[in-house]
């Protein structure tokens, strides 16, 4: 992948060297995207717009200097600048060459081309992944869009005369024409859910570009639209008799075209039922064994490596398995950290297992991601369900009876997150939309008020958080409670923490991940299946298995999920102990106004004692690490 950065001038009485110089500075930033090659553009139209465009790429598809970017076609009317992996690109092409001479066999080339013949209908007609800038001289406008599912990033910050773009957050700040402060809304989200959300940044006035939309910048100012979600197309879509064979046909399509490169690829395999699904698949269209990699731990309660070991052996893959340690970790963390474009409580492994890819050659590397969401395989599908219809028994007692419920549980419980969680269910203290929210939640909004210091911000942040969450639930009223669960996985854990994460985690080292389970096919036909054959009882992923039975061993299809969580649980108590605990019990200043630093300690010292998980202390820990070095 690559990574893209520009500044749209409107006017302003900024110089052309100091833009220039700002420009620059961004493509430093973000030269670890794109290490192969460098580009940069500076374009005077009229209307006194003027656009300063750079490009960092990382050489994928046509390696050579075919793929050059910023591009321009014949006659400079259309500049682009992608970060994109078009998996369709053969196929568009093969629907434009009577109309273009294309120059290269790169996909940016059909990309750029594409716009040209049909306009942003090309969004539509577009299968990848992608975050693209497109300069169109003609219409003097500037076009920036994102992919469907939100796998590539892109950011933005606009004021008055000025919009900058970029790939990563860190090429925003790196340009020196925008001052940085803290977000509130961003501070809240990420206290609540160890991310923030879609549409923010934990930087005020930054703004994520969300999945499924683009925006148009003119003389006017900027206007962002959508122009996809994932259930847009459930009445559209026709089910075969035969849904399994539908599924598999669609799963495959989308593997083969995950497949084309001209690098090495690999996969990530866990033992898992996706990640082993798609190793499977990819098997059935390689004729040279496909290079997989696992990461093991000591402790056996995090370690699955041994299904992977075993599912490679069964498929014949060129297996390779890590074994991390504490040390490891340690010396791992420094690097990850500085990678982190916005903090996040997940992150740390994908980084691991990015850099085993990289250290046996890979650039591309694909993974299982947005299976558990498709296929309703997290404990959010069963578990949810049951909480809803708790929730409903428990509004017919009076609040005060609710109450003295909620006490006398808390006294037979001890005090972990779950408990907290249940707690506040049952003595109506979740002001909420959706269960979902508080069933992701890593502080519930009662815990948040010792938490955050300043009660303005709580209070405010409060009130828009629920709007914002109500409205989110109301447009998808149409939703049975299953296909809601996923779409809200999808849209919000997958997009805010596990995507992100992806992305950052894996340019930090030079590799190119792909989501094959995240094709938009699959995921309109996955929404179009009526939810009450998702789930099966005693059979994870019922619908997925039964498409593959034939293809995948038993002790796979059938044993217990593990997630890919490395052991911080063990490990903060250990030979990691002294590094949080000095991060945690050191004040920051910046984050003075925000986060108390009394509940910090005090949630430091109930993590010690057991009463909490670690996710909360490593939030605050990756919190801290993040202003000190960015702010």
Avoid at 58 to 71: A, K, V
Avoid at 147 to 165: A, C, E, N, S, V
Avoid at 303 to 308: G, H, M, N, V, W
Avoid at 516 to 531: A, G, N, T, W
Wanted: with cysteine; proline share 4%.
């Amino acid at each position: 992948m690559c990574g893209i950065a520009g500044i749209l001038n409107n006017n302003s009485k900024r110089s052309p060297e100091s833009l220039n110089k700002g420009l620059q500075m961004m493509l430093n930033a973000l030269e670890h995207r794109g290490p192969d090659d460098r580009g940069e553009v500076k374009i005077e139209p009229h209307n006194g717009l003027s656009l300063y465009l750079g490009h960092q790429r990382l050489s994928i598809i046509d390696p050579g200097q075919g793929g050059h970017q910023p591009m321009s076609n014949d006659k400079s009317t259309v500049w682009i600048s992608t970060n994109s992996e078009i998996y369709n690109y053969k196929e568009l092409q093969s629907d434009l060459v009577n109309r273009y001479k294309f120059k290269s066999n790169s996909d940016t080339e059909v990309l750029l081309r594409s716009y040209e013949a049909w306009g942003l209908d090309c969004l539509s007609k577009i299968r990848g992944m992608f975050a693209f800038s497109i300069w169109d001289t003609q219409n003097n406008k500037l076009i920036l869009a994102r992919d469907r599912m939100g796998i590539k990033p892109l950011y933005y910050y606009f004021k008055k005369d000025i919009l900058l773009f970029a790939s990563e957050i860190r090429a925003i700040l790196a340009s020196k024409i925008y001052s940085p402060s803290i977000s509130p809304t961003g501070i809240y989200e990420y206290l609540s859910f160890g991310r923030v959300g879609s549409n923010e940044s934990i930087l005020e006035s930054i703004i994520e570009i969300p999945p499924g939309h683009f925006l148009i910048a003119d003389k006017h100012g900027i206007n962002v639209k959508k122009y996809w979600d994932p259930t847009d197309e459930i009445s559209s879509i026709q089910l075969s008799p035969s849904i399994d064979l539908q599924i598999e046909s669609c799963l495959k399509k989308a593997v083969t075209q995950h497949l084309i490169s001209d690098v090495s690829i690999g996969a990530f395999l866990s033992g898992g039922i996706d990640s082993s699904t798609l190793v499977s698949m990819i098997n059935s269209n390689i004729t040279t064994p496909v290079k997989t990699l696992s990461i093991g731990f000591k402790d056996k309660d995090y370690d699955e490596s041994k299904y992977a070991v075993l599912i490679s052996k069964s498929l014949g893959t060129e297996h390779h398995k890590f074994l991390l340690t504490e040390e490891d970790l340690l010396e791992s963390l420094p690097p990850a950290l500085a990678s982190m474009d916005q903090p996040t409580i997940d992150g740390i492994n994908t980084f691991i297992i990015s850099r085993a890819a990289s250290n046996i050659g890979l650039k591309v590397a694909l993974s299982g991601l947005g299976g558990d969401e498709l296929f309703a395989g997290y404990d959010s599908f069963s578990f949810i369900p049951k909480l809803i219809k708790i929730e409903k028994i428990l509004k017919c007692f009076p609040l005060g009876l609710r109450k003295k419920i909620g006490y006398m549980v808390s006294s037979l419980l001890s005090q972990t997150d779950k408990n907290t969680k249940l707690n506040h269910l049952i003595n109506g203290q979740y002001n909420g939309s959706h269960i979902y929210f508080l069933f992701r939640a890593l502080f519930c909004e009662q815990e948040l008020e010792y938490l955050i210091s300043n009660p303005y911000i709580l209070k405010n942040e409060v009130i828009k958080n629920f709007n914002r969450t109500k409205e989110l639930i109301d447009s998808r009223s149409n939703l049975s409670t299953l296909n809601l669960i996923s779409y809200l996985e999808m849209t919000q854990y997958m997009a805010t923490t596990l995507l992100r994460d992806t992305d950052m985690m894996s340019m930090a080292n030079g590799i190119e991940i792909r989501v094959p389970f995240l094709d938009h096919k699959l995921v309109e036909l996955m929404f179009s299946i009526p939810s009450s054959i998702k789930m099966k009882k005693g059979i994870p992923k019922p619908l997925l298995v039964n498409s593959l039975s034939k293809k995948l061993p038993d002790f796979i299809v059938h044993r217990k999920k593990m997630g890919f969580t490395l052991p911080f649980e063990v490990w903060m108590k250990g030979k990691m102990k002294s590094e949080v605990e000095s991060v945690l019990l050191s004040p920051t200043e910046k984050l003075s106004d925000f986060v108390s630093q009394d509940c910090i300690q005090k949630i430091w010292n109930d993590f010690l004692k057991q009463r909490c998980s670690w996710a909360r202390p490593w939030s605050l820990y990756v919190l801290k690490k993040w202003v000190d070095k960015n702010l």
